[in-house]
């Protein structure tokens, strides 16, 4: 083995609770992107186990992927529903999230198909113009109720435009907008929050909150002490050591030069695996506590650190995800965020999982 992937499910399952623990209302599980790279198939019924009722995904091919393994769960699809995908939303239990009233005129003619009721959520655009009802669509829908003629709503919901920055106005701007939208609807149950969400007051816990990246242990509040446990540990192995004299240079266009006898550890990891070109002669490693700086650029299967200072060998491993430096750390480095690093994990890196549900 290369490197390997170490996910904890018993910290996604306290995160779970942590999170669920902050409200009265429900806490959905939201498992999208196979639950940001971590292994949906593993993720779900370990939520399920702690509690977890509510599952989200992006597409529906997501969702028939986990739908039993989350048997009894609502499995909500958040992406929009297409024409032809629609016999099997119905046919597996699969719940559309509607976000137009072309969706949802399908999800009512396949109610009055099947002549009974059919489940769905509607998700109402309150300011992220990308998914979601518009405001027109919403006044159309407020004063033609056969519009959902055949439907159940389970949920109203909408989408934070900047929960991870609590002073943004757009937050109360659009939790104000939600409750305008709330009102049409007085008996549904309705859902606001995503991960940052959570945190910006209890407001916004509504009936049902939507968190995933916080899950996975990206810190919902960027800039504050992380209140979530870490979840992922990525290590490799040094395969090589390279001696180099001082002006010697690593790696493509030799972008690092030795000012110095120079020890190069050299790693089986690239910008293939997710380990983003981008942290070229930038990123950090952790050896036993310490900081290894990565120098030259990542190529697409080879990674380069500077162990001149550290008494690492052929055959040790580096951290380059795990204690001192998380995922959101790497992102930094990176110039992006956790969420993508965690989604970019390479399926080359032997994943090891703690806390798999015993059957
Ligand atoms: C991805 C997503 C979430 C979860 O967001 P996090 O920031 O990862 O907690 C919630 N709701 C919707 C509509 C989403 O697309």
Redesign the pocket.
């Known amino acids: 083995m290369t490197a390997i992937l170490d996910i904890d499910l018993n910290a996604i399952a306290a995160n779970w609770r942590t999170l669920a623990a902050t409200h009265p209302g429900a806490t959905?599980g939201?498992i999208?992107?196979n639950a940001?790279g971590l292994g949906a198939t593993h993720v779900a019924p370990k939520l399920l186990a702690a509690g977890c009722r509510h599952f989200?995904v992006?597409h529906l091919s997501e969702a028939l992927a986990i739908r039993n393994f989350v048997p009894d769960a609502m499995l909500a699809v958040?992406?929009g529903l297409l024409a032809e995908e629609v016999p099997e939303y119905s046919a597996h239990g699969i719940l559309p999230?509607l976000g137009s009233l072309p969706e949802i005129a399908l999800w009512r003619a396949e109610a009055q198909r099947l002549e009974h009721p059919l489940p769905a959520l509607l998700?109402f655009d309150t300011g992220i113009s990308r998914?979601g009802i518009p405001p027109a669509e919403f006044t159309a829908l407020r004063d033609d109720p056969s519009l959902l003629a055949g439907i159940t709503v389970q949920f109203v919901?909408?989408?934070?435009v900047s929960?991870?920055i609590p002073h943004d106005p757009i937050n109360q701007a659009q939790l104000s907008r939600f409750a305008a939208i709330r009102a049409a609807f007085p008996n549904v149950p309705a859902?606001i929050?995503?991960?940052?969400?959570?945190f910006l007051g209890p407001e916004f816990g509504l009936n049902l909150t939507?968190?995933?990246?916080?899950?996975?242990g990206?810190n919902?509040k960027p800039g504050s002490q992380n209140p979530m446990q870490p979840v992922v540990r990525l290590s490799a192995r040094i395969m090589q050591v390279q001696n180099l004299a001082p002006g010697g240079t690593v790696g493509y266009n030799g972008i690092w030069k030795a000012q110095r006898p120079s020890r190069i550890a050299v790693l089986s990891v690239g910008y293939a695996d997710g380990y983003l070109r981008s942290l070229s002669n930038t990123a950090t490693a952790m050896f036993n506590g310490r900081r290894i700086p990565l120098v030259g650029r990542v190529s697409m299967d080879l990674t380069t650190f500077d162990i001149t200072d550290t008494p690492a060998e052929v055959g040790d491993m580096l951290d380059l995800i795990g204690p001192g430096h998380d995922a959101d750390a790497l992102a930094k480095e990176a110039g992006t965020n956790g969420?993508e690093i965690l989604t970019s994990l390479s399926r080359r890196y032997q994943r090891r999982y703690a806390g798999l549900p015993t059957s």
């Open positions: 959905a939201v999208k992107a940001y989200f992006a958040l992406n999230v998700h998914l919901m909408t989408h934070l929960a991870e859902s929050a995503n991960s940052s969400g959570m939507r968190p995933g990246a916080a899950l996975y990206i919902p969420y």
